[in-house]
Nanobody, 120 residues
Framework: QVQLVESGGGLVQAGGSLRLSCAASGSIFHINAMGWYRQAPGKQRDLVARITSGGSANYADSVKGRFTITRDNAKNTVYLQMNSLKPEDTAVYYC??????????????WGQGTQVTVSS
């Protein structure tokens, strides 16, 4: 019914930039928070950035000053602009959204993930 699709991952040299996008589709009444998480091999999935429906954002300490999360509510899309990338940013980046569907009950939805690899 509801799905998230990430895009924009790829291979970039240290110091470079990438812009990730995540679009939600389906029978959506509205979306509360949207966020980006990442998981490196052998590591747990950690929050990178999160943004509320009103545009208030918070970030992991490791990405503050380098990453910016934004959203377009009309398009049900969230973006993550990643600048000054470091090798330690290498991970699969997952989109998450707290969605209130047209059908009863809020749901927490995950995208399939997009790989970000930063070479050094």
């Amino acid at each position: 019914q509801v799905q998230l699709v990430e895009s924009g991952g790829g291979l970039v040299q240290a110091g470079g930039s990438l812009r990730l996008s995540c679009a939600a589709s389906g029978s959506i009444f509205h979306i509360n928070a949207m966020g980006w998480y990442r998981q490196a091999p052998g590591k747990q999935r950690d929050l990178v950035a999160r943004i509320t429906s009103g545009g208030s954002a918070n970030y992991a300490d490791s990405v503050k000053g380098r990453f910016t999360i934004t959203r377009d509510n009309a398009k049900n899309t969230v973006y993550l602009q990643m600048n000054s990338l470091k090798p330690e940013d290498t991970a699969v980046y997952y989109c998450n959204a707290q969605i209130v569907p047209i059908t009863p009950g809020p749901i927490d939805v995950w995208g399939q993930g997009t790989q970000v690899t930063v070479s050094s």
